[in-house]
């Protein structure tokens, strides 16, 4: 992670876990950056790095092959927090709330699903609740 990856992943933690939202699940890409962002996430919401759940169909992944890992969430689980890369995850975004989101690095999409299952989350069916991104702080 560079320099402003080390800044930017920690303080984007913080801000996130500081506004009170219930993640009951992380799951990331194995890729160096998204699990070192995981885990700077797992430390600010007081979740174990352990129970970070590795998928590596998350790297380099289209849309399809994002709602196969979200289909196949246990329903035990009410949220879910993921980490991986672009364009795949700014594209999910469009899909789930029809609203066009480029996600910048480090970037948080709050999507509130109208579904109970996540086997029937399909297009437009989520509510874009929440978007941050680091570069909304440097003055």
């Known amino acids: 992670m560079n320099r402003r990856g080390q800044h930017n992943a920690p303080f984007m933690a913080e801000k996130f876990s500081s506004e009170n939202h219930a993640i009951d699940a992380l799951v990331s890409s194995p890729a160096t950056r998204a699990i070192e962002t995981a885990k700077y996430f797992a430390s600010a919401l007081k979740m174990e790095e352990s129970s970070i759940c590795l998928e590596k169909s998350i790297y380099d992944a289209s849309i399809s092959d994002l709602l196969v890992v979200i289909n196949a969430l246990p329903e035990s689980l009410g949220s879910v ?13 469009y899909y789930l709330t029809g609203q066009p989101i480029e996600m910048p690095t480090c970037s948080i999409v ?18 874009l609740i929440h978007f941050d991104y680091p570069k909304k702080y440097i003055s």
Request: hydrophobic share 50%; no cysteine; net charge negative.
């Open 81 to 93: 927090m993921m980490f991986g890369h672009n364009p795949g995850f700014s594209h999910l975004a």
């Open 110 to 127: 709050l999507i509130e699903i109208a579904q109970e299952k996540w086997q029937h989350i399909v297009a437009d069916s989520g509510l």
